[in-house]
């Protein structure tokens, strides 16, 4: 809850406009900064990143740091928090001990501030980390909102689905390796496009393309379904039953606004009920509909006395009153919490300091997210935060940075700056586009927005933007170090 943080340090987050709970966050964020009197505090706010994001732009103290740095960040502030707290000696020590692999991104002055500061706070104060960092710099978040008592005031946790905690870029790597050795007959995808979306390493296209029934449910042309056996038309969302779960664990009952505006279009939930249920053929011939399968679900999960009663008090109101966990599934065993991430530390490594023959890229989204939005054209002249770049996705650099390679626009003050167009190159593999200056990024760093570069999709987003998947390992990862331009 920013609303209630009187001190927030985030490492490469955009809390505001990333993630499950943004627009709650947004909202408590403006909370903490509004002077409503004379006698009012906004809170303040550090902030380390690689490139500008909506709660950096607002921070009171900004420093830019190398994406491969940024766990150093995190790991001295924790350093120097539970040397202050004393909440852990062995965690402090291990803390003192760990290796940076170079001189930290940050000074020690801006450091030792933001330390102090979210101590001083008496829990009101919290350290955030964004997607780019590891698993275990966001383990060591967890452990410093711990020692200073923020669980409960400004986090709070809810238990996370086993599938949500699956290593996805493992699992779909595995079922690749069985496509490609012939070993899967059948394959169906639901409003997803791995074709585009997964790294290009990954080889899902040629393996998906050697596989015998190939059904895709799709809204619209993509890249999956140009490769499909079968193309099933999809229900939207507005044309759908289905249900849902909030951040915090909230249950919402989702109902159609619209009736299908086409025969025959299925929502995912009654596609997987035709195909997975052991059934007679003729039934095959009598659709599911979304509302039974929906109710059939939560009349057997929930035990009320009156049903019928119930299911019509949470369609009216839009979710079931009383299933929020918001703070339920708090770390209770602090000792052990403290002992595991010291053991976590020797697995966070961060990279080394960039240089002009070795940088950084980071590859981030926008509001395209992984390119299923790129065929909406408002989005697309939603003007990008911090660039101001609309219907494209230009490579960010650093001022000082694109010098270094000759890739200033000519002439650079012009209202319609001419991109140079660069190759960026990682591992052999490479993505070509144009570069764009912006100010207040880290030095010898590339950041790359995907979710543009759509090979087959509707009219809108024909030619709009770059493809930067192929740039991407199988291990989905986002930070990449040793790139050349």
């Known amino acids: 809850s920013l609303e209630k943080a009187d001190v927030i340090v985030s490492v490469d987050a955009d809390p505001m406009q990333r993630g499950s709970t943004s627009l709650r966050d ?31 732009g607002s921070a009171d103290h900004r420093v830019a740091v190398a994406p491969s740095r940024l766990p150093v960040v995190v790991a001295e502030i924790a350093r120097r928090v539970f040397e ?11 803390l003192g001990a760990w290796d940076s692999r170079g001189p930290s991104p940050v000074s020690t002055e801006w450091l030792d501030a933001a330390a102090e500061d979210l101590v001083s706070a008496n829990g009101k104060a919290v ?22 008592g923020a669980v409960g005031t400004t986090v709070a946790y809810v238990p996370l689905d086993p599938e949500a905690a699956k290593h ?31 790294p290009t390493a990954m080889g899902f296209e040629d393996a998906f393309k050697g596989v015998t029934n190939r059904i895709v449910l799709s809204e619209g042309p993509t890249e999956t379904a140009a490769h499909a056996t079968w193309q099933l038309n999809a229900a939207t969302f507005l044309e759908s039953w289905g249900d849902a779960v909030a951040a915090d664990g909230t249950v919402s009952i989702i109902q159609p606004l619209i009736a299908p505006l086409y025969d025959g279009a299925l929502s995912e939930i009654e596609l997987l009920a035709l195909i997975s249920a052991e ?7 009598t659709q599911p509909h979304g509302h039974d399968l929906v109710r059939d679900v939560w009349q057997a999960r929930f035990d009320w006395s009156d049903f019928e009663k119930n299911w019509k008090r949470a369609l009216h109101d839009g979710l079931v009153e009383g299933t929020s966990q918001r703070g339920t599934a708090g770390l209770a065993n602090t000792a052990a919490l403290y002992r595991n991430v010291a053991g976590l530390l020797g697995d966070l490594r961060p990279g080394p300091v960039p240089t002009d023959q070795s940088l950084d890229v980071v590859v981030t989204t926008n509001l395209m997210h992984d390119g299923r939005f790129a065929n909406l054209p408002w989005l ?5 935060f911090g660039t101001m770049v609309v219907w494209d996705n230009p ?66 987003t024909a030619g709009a933007g770059f493809d930067v998947q192929p740039i991407r390992d199988v291990s989905g990862g986002r930070v990449y170090s040793a790139a050349r331009v």
Request: hydrophobic share 40%.
């Open 26 to 56: 947004a909202r408590g964020f403006g909370s903490a900064r509004r002077l409503k009197s004379t006698d009012d505090s906004m809170c303040r706010v550090y902030a380390a990143e690689s490139t500008y994001t909506t709660l950096g």
């Open 84 to 94: 202050m707290t004393g909440a852990d000696a062995s965690l402090a020590r291990a």
């Open 127 to 148: 350290l955030i980390a964004g997607q780019s960092l590891p698993a275990e710099a966001h383990a060591l978040v967890a452990a410093v909102n711990r020692a200073l």
């Open 168 to 198: 996805g870029a493992g699992e779909v790597a595995e079922i690749v390796g069985e496509m490609s050795r012939g070993r899967v007959k059948t394959v169906v995808t639901l409003n997803v496009n791995p074709c585009y979306d997964l």
């Open 279 to 285: 059934r007679d053929p003729a039934d095959f011939q």
């Open 380 to 384: 697309q002249e939603l003007p990008q």
């Open 395 to 460: 490579a960010l650099m650093s001022p000082a940075t694109a010098e270094r390679f000759g890739l200033t626009p000519d002439p650079y003050t012009v209202k319609e700056p001419k991109a140079q167009m660069a190759t960026i190159t990682v591992d052999g593999r490479s993505v070509e586009m144009p570069v764009w200056i912006l100010p207040g990024m880290a030095e010898n760093t590339v950041v790359l927005t995907q979710g543009y570069g759509r090979r087959v999709s509707g009219v809108v």
